[in-house]
């Protein structure tokens, strides 16, 4: 039944793949029964009903911002009125903890459904904007826009699978369930000592700590979920117990960037070795904790380790007023970002979340306030301190907005440039009369990172 390549995205493709991520994240791969494929079915015929109707209310918010201006602050209160009442966060919750690698292809079937419900109004209401969107607020607060009063079936089905689900990842997935230990500080190597100890660090792992970041949501990474100390013999010691690691030798026989593990870490898919001019890091895919999979990135103490906690710190909003301009390069009511995730447009303040531990950039939700309701991004650039924060929908009532502009806006606020540090910066020995220049690890580490272009 998991065979299957998807060539246009529907909520039966996404059913399958429900199944089949449910079965291929046990540790038995055990198949799915009937019953599963057939919850699985009505759990997504039961979320694609509830999703229409959400998607309906956004869209119509969209379409007031957009043609019926004056109209815009009741209809956005109505449409977070309607939010409370359905407790549509919770359902939210609910979907989401089903599975998480599926989370961006139900938010692509939300988003079909939105784009669908936008262009219908757009066709057919322009001329009657604003009598339609002054009839919203009633509209959502009637019977008929009641989740709870005419989906309670729906509902109860979708709560079901989430129950199904749950109790079957409890049931087959294995924890590691040891207790976490403090490991005594090991010193980290020179990058001569490596050397001098024939160590390629682009395959062989150096003998010091690593300290392990999970790909999650979150905004804390001052402490890593756990470190990993590598012995010279193969042998290893983590946070969780201790095994063995090893290299994967390519079909050739040659070396490979690939480990493999025993013992408490050899619950996972894949890990791989990375090294530059900061350091060593290796990944650990799906490693289970806690009853939760991640993917790790453990990174080498000292300057590797550094680059990342400093990759983090560019993704993390700093305090201050950032200047805001609409996509008309108007000028709009400054923001500024206060201490505790808090944050100021003129008198009004309001909180934030702020998710920086997954991706590229940081996600922000602005949970009350004035932009309740909005979502934007965060980044600093580390030569320049230039710090961005990019709406990409502002969902709350923002006064100075004129109806010329679209949902869209960017702040910015200047920093100081920060730098990283280097691995292996011990004074260069002076290359042999005739050699031709520096050769071996080190210069080929460099290669290696100029070429790639990082």
Partial sequence: MCSIKVFRFNQHVVATLLVCALMFSTTSHAQSDAGLEQRAQSFMTSLQDVLKINSFVDANVRFCFDYAEDTVALVQQAANQWRVANDIENLNTIISSVNERLNNSIDKLQREFYLENLELLEARAVAQATGWCQQLPELFQSENMSLKRNFSHELQLIADFHDVVVTKQRSEFRTIALARQVLPSIANPSFQSV??????????????????????????????????????????????????????????????????????????????????????????????????????????????????????????????????????????????????????????????????????????????????????????????????LSFREVKGYFPSFNSTSSLSMTCSNVGEALSYPIYGNEAVPVPPVGSGGLSGLYAEAVSSWTGNGY
């Fill in 195 to 388: 050397r001098a100890a024939g160590i390629n660090p682009n395959y062989g792992l150096i003998a010091t700590e690593f300290r392990c970041y999970a790909e999650r949501p979150g905004s804390d990474y001052n402490v890593p979920d756990f470190v990993i100390q590598i012995q010279a013999d193969g042998n290893y010691q983590s946070s969780y117990g201790r095994g063995r690691y090893d290299s994967v030798l390519d079909d050739d026989e040659t070396e490979s960037r690939e480990l493999t593990w025993t013992g408490v870490l050899a619950e996972f898919s894949s890990s791989y070795i990375s090294f530059n001019q900061y350091g060593q890091k290796f990944s650990i895919n799906s490693l289970r904790l806690d009853n939760r999979s991640y993917d790790y990135e453990c990174y080498q103490q000292g300057p590797r380790e550094d680059v990342a906690l400093i990759g983090f710190r560019l993704k993390d909003p700093q305090i201050g007023r950032y200047v805001c301009r609409d996509p008309d390069g108007e000028t709009q009511t400054p923001i500024d970002l206060l201490s505790g995730r808090r944050y100021g447009v003129g008198e009004q303040k309001g909180l934030y979340t702020v998710d920086l531990r997954d991706g590229g950039r940081s996600d922000i939700e602005f949970t009350s306030g004035p932009l309740e309701g909005s979502d934007a991004s965060f980044f600093e650039g580390l030569d320049t301190g230039f710090r961005t």
